[in-house]
């Protein structure tokens, strides 16, 4: 079984600092998705990596994929309230014809 | 908005009864997958429909059941419920069996009472 391990499962910090929530397993996954999941909405695709070592900006959030495929990290810079939610990272083993194996999130509260 | 529609939003129903939970994809999209996302247990993948054929299964138990329809819209059925499959379930879709991409629904919160 493919485990997604992400940390840490809380994180509360003040508007303009910088995180990093992490995403690890001992399995290698052909690629990896990031989520971002409000309350009560269903998770929205953020970003997909695929090569290992691979890194991906999307404004104010970097993604990067281990050299190894079995880990990925988000790096989001001066954060703002409205990144608050819960970060999702997801992995696929190959193929597409097993689904997703989502970790179980990062509750992300971001204070003014 | 991101073009899966699920219905019902919500449902309360009671212990050993059984509900459908229907799913339409976004336009264009041939793959449907099923999940359930509980807060011990996080997001799990239950079964995956590709052009109306089951594809792949997760964690699906057996007194539940899918299908998707010539129109590509998708139905879970869950039977016989029980307290714990309380959950929201959602739906997800893509426009390849290989591209794992998925555009979530916003979900159906089933609560068994």
């Known amino acids: 079984t493919q485990l997604l391990e992400q940390s840490p499962q809380f994180l509360s910090i003040q508007e303009g600092e910088n995180l990093t929530v992490y995403c690890n397993s001992s399995?290698?996954?052909?690629?990896l998705q990031w989520y971002r999941q409000e309350p009560g909405e269903g998770p929205v695709l953020l970003v997909t990596?695929?090569?290992?070592?691979e890194v991906k900006k999307l404004k104010r959030l970097t993604f990067q994929f281990g050299d190894a495929r079995k880990d990925s990290s988000l790096h989001i810079t001066a954060a703002q309230p409205g990144d608050t939610g819960l970060y999702l990272c997801a992995g696929n083993s190959g193929g597409g014809a097993d689904g997703l194996t989502f970790g179980k999130g990062t509750h992300l509260i971001i204070q003014p | 908005d991101s073009g899966v529609t699920q219905t019902p939003k919500h449902l309360i129903t009671a212990t050993g009864q059984r509900v459908t939970l229907r799913c339409s994809p976004r336009?264009?999209?041939?793959?449907v997958y099923w999940y359930q996302q509980s807060l011990d247990q996080g997001l799990q993948f239950l079964i995956q429909?590709?052009?109306?054929?089951?594809?792949a299964k997760g964690n699906i138990l057996e007194r539940f059941s899918a299908q998707q329809f010539p129109d590509l819209h998708s139905e879970l059925n869950l039977s016989s419920l029980e307290l714990g499959d309380s959950a929201l379930y959602f739906c997800?879709?893509?426009?390849?069996?290989?591209?794992?991409?998925?555009?979530f629904g916003q979900g159906t919160r089933l609560t068994v009472v």
């Open positions: 399995s290698v996954f052909s690629s």
């Open positions: 336009s264009g999209d041939l793959s």
């Open positions: 990596v695929v090569t290992g070592g």
């Open positions: 997800a879709s893509g426009d390849s069996p290989s591209n794992t991409e998925a555009f």
């Open positions: 429909y590709y052009n109306g054929e089951e594809r």
